[in-house]
């Protein structure tokens, strides 16, 4: 069984920075993607940044150039450096696995519980 557990999120000020982490759990044979999604108040979740198994990344418009995503694969962890964080990226920031492969033969896509980034002064 995968899990996926955030970690990161909090309140800062407009410009600062904060780095997320999405930690997996159980033995993942290959995976397609690792995305990170965030979801504001009112608003409908959306892809914020990718990363292919390969390692290409694609962001959002809205933050490219500010927010990086990497992974550290002995680690088994993704990562989201958030920096010249504004109002409007408070939200609350998913991973999402894509194309999961296990041992036991199985495939499929798996969600983290999320945490919350607040950024206000």
């Known amino acids: 069984q995968v899990q996926l557990v955030e970690s990161g999120g909090g309140v800062v000020q407009p410009g600062g920075s904060l780095r997320l982490s999405c930690a997996a759990s159980?033995?993942?044979?290959?995976?397609?993607?690792m995305i990170w999604y965030r979801q504001g108040p009112g608003k409908e979740r959306e892809s914020v940044a990718a990363?292919?198994?390969?390692?290409?990344?694609n962001y959002a418009d809205s933050v490219k150039g500010r927010f990086t995503i990497s992974r550290d694969n002995a680690k088994g962890t993704l990562y989201l450096q958030m920096n010249s964080l504004k109002p409007e990226d408070t939200a609350v920031y998913y991973c999402?696995?894509?194309?999961?492969?296990?041992?036991?033969?199985?495939?499929?896509?798996?969600w983290g519980q999320g945490t919350q980034v607040i950024v206000s002064s």
């Open positions: 990363i292919s198994s390969r390692g290409k990344t």
């Open positions: 159980g033995t993942i044979l290959s995976f397609n993607g």
């Open positions: 999402n696995a894509v194309g999961v492969h296990t041992p036991d033969g199985k495939s499929g896509d798996y």
